[in-house]
């Protein structure tokens, strides 16, 4: 009887679904990953007399060349609890089995794993002792023991790498392993550095085929797949490429082949170009001949609907669960200039010089046109992608990939949707570190899932960019101004720019627009001017800005310019050249080059209504030339923010006195232990006061009243002063009529106050709250907004009723760093009500780091209010806290999934 006879039409009782995920091997190739079902037992046959008798041996300490139908009962059926395990799928076949069966005397789990011996080498096992472990601490589990042989070094690395603690014993012939799977911040590491490696090697083997194949390459002119393939040729690619038509015997003049599965050779990238309801039978045809990757031109999927997302859905699945990665559908292609590959995979009539830029590009038609424009500014390419739909490669795995890439100095991004944030903060972020990231996205650009954060979408998109260092700019022209500057020159230490300049009016407009982009006019020291004065006697004006008048000619531009240059006052230099009746232009703009030349600061040339295209000299420079000066000052002006950014990397998370994390968990656990998932839970206030305690964040003694006596007694037990708050308010205002009495000294104040307050709000009174006072400061709103699939916000405002009106206005995504927690504060209009480095500035982002804590402990935090914070010399003072919590609805933060990135 085959053991396909145990076979389930649904999942088993229990069977944890969530867990299903594709996941990237350390090759780049993709595997499924699931756990086991009971329908696993003809594969799980299949898979052991598979493998090698010494594979055998390791596993059991035994040969045991067949399983008996005990061995697969037991293997195939588990509860999902105690005994847990989970099997690597690729295609049909089952390429690997991890397993931990609970020790009830112990309360660790034995733990056990066997890969394909003709997969070893890819990650399988540590990949799969990930989810183990995962899986394991939902149940409360600490701690793995394995027993091994000594000859087993194999799976003893596979402990090691994982990057949990281990210890190791010998006994009696075997070791014994004992594995602690906390998630420590070493495993967190060792997992994304797993995570990063294999998704800069999947893009990789997408970028660098050996053998290409152009499915849908018909012999019109003008038909996607043709000229896709005509591309291929005409790019020079370095291996053999092969147009695959039922209908036609030849294409371009190379011999066709009906299917891709009639080539002989073997195909590593495929390029499809047929009509929309063929794909999925067309990919089918290349799982069967083993393509590593896909790029589908075709369009015709979820951008038309329900119907057609479907469809995309199912070729996702198809590929991803039989090892490759898809760029697309409803893209333009892809292009690698490396000379050892030169592929031109894209329909898109433009060849791009090779270069340093990395370009992105969701949008087939503005990414034709950026390449285009990119040519003629003579910026070369490394490589380009269009994603279209983003089914499957995202941006996350493309700066994974260009982090890493030696010929990508520089990235560029038009997108019109953004993924998984939460993710991209973090890969963005470290990226940004060593490469610059330049993106043009408009107000409309979608953030995927982040409007459950109640959050203006714009205004979320550019703190998410700020904070991850992304250059943001909104024209496609800021686009490539910013480029040319980032590419070509160093990046300014500080703010300060000097303008040399031949006009008075030009170098004014240069000053202006300087100022208008966050820059400053630096200051020449006395000697500079003195030496320029020495040096240019025609110099009318030696201070910035410098005036060499209209007689100045090359002699005098490279001169004063290498003064400046060697100013310790000066950052940047504007050099301004506007053509007299008998100019030398092209020998004054080699002069600017020449200065420029090994110097450590950025010199951008401004040639009044030059012509900047490839073949002009301004194209041939080694410095950026512009036409004007206003889109100087704004690229200038970008990347001084950028290099500003770099500057405050070194922020740290700081060590918070008077922080109990536990305590937190259990509150927030208990609290959550009494409603259903999906339902939120606001705490009450008393409840919430504690909750934020935790994190050594004091909220104003307070008492709940009833009567005017009673308020009398709570003042007398607070000490006056105090504030008297109606409860029934939604939102209170500092007047009686709007539910708040302040600075109330004696025993009449508060009577009186009462009993004005009973007689004009009524039942808004019952109970009411009496509350010490706070000292004088500035109001502060703050909240924090936290959802699964996107990750946690904190935004601050004015306090008080002027929130309600005008917003949070400033807001940074978490983790929250001490410099970060400093600018958050600098953004907002309390920027100038609080100063940096005064004590109401330190009490303040002390509070906000407090905050985030919190919320990086307690994922079940879904929004949390403060509001009003006081905020004076002495301290933060909290009189309110809100807090509503929810269920968490998030997949496992710290297992690789590629599902994550969509």
């Known amino acids: 009887m085959p053991y396909g006879d145990v076979s389930v039409d649904h999942d088993p009782p229990g069977y944890p679904q969530r867990w299903e995920s594709d996941v990237l091997l350390v090759d780049g190739a993709t595997v499924r990953v699931r756990p086991i079902r009971p329908d696993d037992a003809d594969r799980i046959v299949a898979f052991h007399n598979r493998q090698s008798p010494e594979s055998i041996y390791l596993r059991f300490f035994s040969a045991r060349p067949r399983l008996s139908p005990r061995d697969v009962e037991r293997f195939t059926q588990v509860d999902y609890v105690d005994r847990m395990a989970f099997v690597a799928v690729l295609g049909d076949d089952l390429i690997g089995v991890a397993r931990y069966d609970r020790d009830p005397d112990t309360g660790a789990a034995e733990v056990a794993f066997i890969t394909d011996d003709f997969h070893h080498g890819r990650g399988l096992a540590t990949l799969l002792l990930e989810y183990l472990a995962a899986a394991a601490r939902e149940q409360g589990l600490t701690r793995f023991t394995a027993t091994t042989l000594p000859q087993n070094r194999k799976m003893l690395g596979v402990f090691k790498q994982a990057g949990f603690e281990v210890s190791t014993r010998f006994s009696d012939g075997v070791i014994e392993v004992r594995l602690g799977i906390e998630e420590t911040s070493e495993a967190q590491a060792a997992i994304e550095d797993r995570e990063r490696r294999a998704e800069a090697r999947s893009v990789a083997r997408l970028l660098s085929p050996r053998s290409v194949a152009v499915i849908g390459a018909g012999r019109q002119r003008g038909g996607l797949g043709h000229e896709a393939f005509r591309n291929v040729l005409a790019g020079g690619f370095a291996g053999p490429a092969y147009p695959v038509n039922p209908s036609a015997p030849y294409v371009l003049s190379v011999r066709t082949h009906p299917t891709i599965g009639d080539i002989p050779d073997e195909i590593d990238l495929a390029v499809i170009a047929v009509p929309a309801p063929e794909v999925l039978a067309v990919v089918e045809q290349c799982v069967d001949k083993g393509v590593q990757s896909l790029v589908i031109i075709s369009a015709g999927f979820a951008e038309t609907g329900e119907e057609g997302a479907e469809l995309q859905r199912r070729i996702v699945e198809l590929a991803r669960g039989n090892g490759m990665r898809l760029v697309g559908p409803n893209c333009m292609g892809v292009i690698n200039t490396a000379p050892i590959v030169s592929l031109r995979a894209t329909f898109a009539p433009v060849a791009p010089p090779a270069g340093g830029v990395a370009f992105l590009s969701q949008s087939g038609t503005l990414g034709t046109a950026i390449l285009e424009n990119m040519a003629d500014l003579g910026l070369g390419v490394s490589s380009f992608l269009s994603l279209g739909n983003k089914a499957d490669v995202s941006l996350n795995d493309l700066l994974q990939f260009w982090e890493q890439d030696e010929r990508s100095d520089a990235v560029l991004l038009y997108l019109e949707s953004f993924g998984n944030l939460r993710k991209f903060s973090r890969i963005a972020r470290r990226v940004g570190r060593a490469k610059p990231i330049v993106s043009v996205t408009s107000s409309g650009a ?395 500035r330190v009490h303040l982002a002390d509070l906000l780091l407090r905050l985030a804590q919190l919320a990086e402990t307690v994922p079940q935090l879904a929004d949390l209010r403060l509001n009003p914070v006081i905020v004076s010399a002495t301290g933060a003072a909290v009189t309110d806290v809100q807090v509503e919590l929810a269920h968490w609805t998030g997949d496992e933060p710290h297992v690789r999934r590629l599902d994550d990135d969509l």
């Open 446 to 840: 979608r953030l995927d899932r982040a409007d459950a954060l109640g959050l203006p979408a714009d205004a979320t998109l550019d703190a998410l960019l700020a904070q991850a260092g992304v250059i943001r700019v909104s024209t496609l022209n800021a686009l490539f101004d910013v480029t040319r500057v980032l590419v070509s020159q160093p990046l300014p230490q500080g703010r300060r720019v000097a303008i040399v300049s031949n006009s008075t009016g030009p170098a004014r407009l240069a000053g202006d627009a300087c100022r208008g982009a966050g820059l400053e006019a630096a200051q020449l020291a006395t000697h500079t001017q003195e030496a320029i004065a020495a040096a240019v006697p025609i110099a009318t004006h030696t201070a910035s800005p410098l005036d060499l008048t209209h007689e100045a000619g090359p002699s005098e531009y490279e001169a004063s310019l290498r003064h400046v240059l060697a100013d310790d006052g000066v950052d940047a230099v504007i050099a301004i050249f506007a053509p007299p009746l008998l100019a030398r232009t092209e020998e004054v703009a080699r002069a600017i080059a020449a200065a420029a030349d090994r110097s450590h600061k950025p010199v951008i040339a401004i040639v009044l209504g030059a012509d900047t295209r490839r073949g002009s000299i301004a194209a041939d420079l080694a410095v950026p030339v512009f036409a004007f000066p206003e889109e100087a000052a704004r690229a200038l002006g970008r990347v001084a923010q950028y290099r500003a950014w770099l500057a405050e990397q070194d922020g740290v998370l700081p060590q918070l006195a008077g922080i109990d994390a536990e305590r937190a968990v259990a509150l927030v656990h208990d609290e959550l232990s009494a409603t259903s998932p999906g339902a939120p839970r606001p705490l009450d206030s008393s409840v919430a006061a504690e909750l934020v305690g935790t994190y050594g964040i004091e909220v104003l003694e307070s008492r709940v009243v009833a009567t005017a006596d009673e308020a009398v007694a709570a003042a007398r037990t607070l000490g006056y002063p105090v504030v008297l708050k109606a409860t029934g308010m939604e939102r209170l205002q500092k007047t009686e009529s709007g539910g708040l009495a302040v600075d109330l000294h004696r025993d009449d104040e508060v009577r009186q106050s009462y009993d004005r307050m009973v007689e004009a709000l009524g039942d808004a009174m019952h109970p009411a709250l009496v509350q010490a006072m706070a000292p004088p400061g500035v109001d502060v709103a703050v909240r924090v907004v936290q959802r699964a699939a996107v990750g946690a916000v904190i935004s601050i405002g004015v306090g008080g009723v002027v929130v309600d009106q005008v917003g949070f206005d400033s807001l940074r995504f978490l983790p929250l760093t001490d410099i970060d927690a400093d600018n958050l504060v600098g953004a907002s209009r309390l920027g100038g009500l609080i100063p940096a480095g005064s004590p109401e």
